[in-house]
Every structure is written in structure tokens, then in C-alpha cells.
């Protein structure tokens, strides 16, 4: 089964700018995370989607970030405008729809840099 | 809310030492634990997984044991190899009724082997 598709991989931008990034879930899971990695520390929840609605984006900071998941299958989350401290990996997972507690997949993340 | 403690790193040891990553956590209810290895460059992989108190968990040599009287999961594996080297993170799935399905993580523990 193909796995969990994340681009780009890299991305460098200056403070300010703005930046999206895409992810395409495992075919049938209807569940979909956007995750924060910072360098040294553990993933972080930003946002969870079941299908193309919102479950929990109460760690994601709004005045900023955006995600969106129209047609409950691929997403996007946007930055705008980025701060040297969102210099992160950002990672997308998906899961099955059951059982409840199945395993989340990750992406190869994309490493994004803020100058 | 829920959190996961992880021992802090690096552990750096030997080839064919025995390794053990401590994890505790804690949470409301019962959750779901899990053990995501990262190797240098690629994104996050399922390593093991137990569901319920007292299963046990393993896979590729390493095991770990759900331990609801202790709160922990610790990670064991009787001959660590160089290809071992890694960073480990524990992480717990509480089920909730508002749908909420994400995994909290630890902050990782990074794995040294040495030849």
C-alpha cells in the first residue's frame, strides 16, 4: 500500500512569507493529523480531520496557521505569516477508520526553515 | 491532559548490550501505547504497539510491556545492533468521546550503538 505523501520535502523562507504545505493520506483512512516536530522534541498536534471536518485544532495557533481538508482526502496546512519560531519538521499522518485505536502513519515530514 | 515521559538521551552503547528506554505516562482513561522509531532522514515508524494492560508488545527484537499498575511501557531489547541507532518515542492514543484520536508523544530518547 502506498504510503503517506507529504511536499515538498525542504522548504526555506524568510520571516514574514508565507508557505503551504500538501499531504495525500493512505487511500480509505479517513482520519488526517497535521503534527509540529521541533528539533530535539516529540511531534506535536496541530490539527485532526475526519474526512473533511475538524475534530481538534485546539493546539493549532489561528492567527497564523491554517488547514484546510475539502474534499475529506488531501490537506493543506498554510503559515502566514511565518515566525522564526515555526522553523520545524511538519508531519502528516493518517489512520485507519477501526478500530478506533489503530496505529497513525507518517509522512517523510517537510523540514521547514524560517530566516 | 495526557503526557508521556521518556528517559532523556542519547543512550549510547555497545553492539549486543541490552537496552531498556523507560516510559511512563499519564492519562484519564485507558489508552493505547505505541513505540515510533525515527531513523536518520526518514519520517516516524510504528514499532510496536499494545492495547490494553498487560499485553505485550514486540517486534524486530524489541518488546514492551503495558503496565497499568506502574503506568509505564518501557522499552527492552536483548542485543542492540548498529543499525539499532535511532531516535525512539513512546506516545498514548486515549479514545475520547469527542472523537479526538491523536497520539501525545513522549520527547524521544535518542539511540547511539557503537561497533
Known amino acids: 500500500e502506498a504510503g503517506v505523501a507529504q511536499s515538498p520535502r525542504y522548504k526555506i523562507i524568510e520571516k514574514r512569507q508565507s508557505v503551504a504545505f500538501w499531504c495525500n493520506p493512505i487511500?480509505?483512512?479517513?482520519?488526517l493529523y497535521w503534527y509540529q516536530q521541533i528539533l530535539g522534541q516529540g511531534p506535536k498536534l496541530l490539527i485532526q480531520?475526519?474526512?473533511?471536518?475538524?475534530?481538534?485544532d485546539s493546539q493549532l495557533p489561528k492567527d497564523r496557521f491554517s488547514a484546510e481538508r475539502l474534499k475529506g482526502v488531501d490537506s493543506t496546512l498554510k503559515i502566514q505569516p511565518a515566525k522564526l519560531e515555526d522553523s520545524a519538521v511538519y508531519l502528516c499522518?493518517?489512520?485507519?477508520?477501526?478500530?478506533?485505536?489503530?496505529?497513525?502513519?507518517f509522512g517523510n515530514g517537510t523540514r521547514l526553515t524560517v530566516t | 491532559g495526557d503526557s508521556v515521559t521518556q528517559m532523556e538521551g542519547p543512550v549510547t552503547l555497545s553492539e549486543e548490550a541490552f537496552l531498556t528506554i523507560n516510559c511512563t505516562y499519564t492519562?484519564?482513561?485507558?489508552?493505547?501505547l505505541f513505540w515510533y522509531v525515527q531513523y536518520p532522514g526518514e519520517g516516524l515508524q510504528l514499532l510496536l504497539k499494545?492495547?490494553?494492560?498487560?499485553d505485550k508488545g514486540s517486534n524486530k527484537g524489541f518488546e514492551a510491556t503495558y503496565r497499568k499498575e506502574t503506568t509505564s511501557f518501557h522499552l527492552e531489547k536483548g542485543s542492540v545492533q548498529v543499525s539499532d541507532s535511532a531516535v525512539y518515542f513512546c506516545?498514548?492514543?486515549?479514545?475520547?468521546?469527542?472523537?479526538?484520536?491523536?497520539?501525545?508523544f513522549g520527547s524521544g530518547t535518542r539511540l547511539q550503538v557503537q561497533p
Open positions: 499494545a492495547t490494553k494492560a498487560d
Open positions: 492519562a484519564t482513561g485507558y489508552p493505547s
Open positions: 487511500s480509505g483512512h479517513a482520519t
Open positions: 480531520f475526519q474526512n473533511n471536518g475538524v475534530v481538534d
Open positions: 506516545a498514548l492514543k486515549e479514545l475520547r468521546d469527542t472523537g479526538r484520536r491523536a497520539l501525545t
Open positions: 499522518a493518517s489512520s485507519a477508520p477501526s478500530p478506533p485505536n489503530s496505529p497513525l502513519h
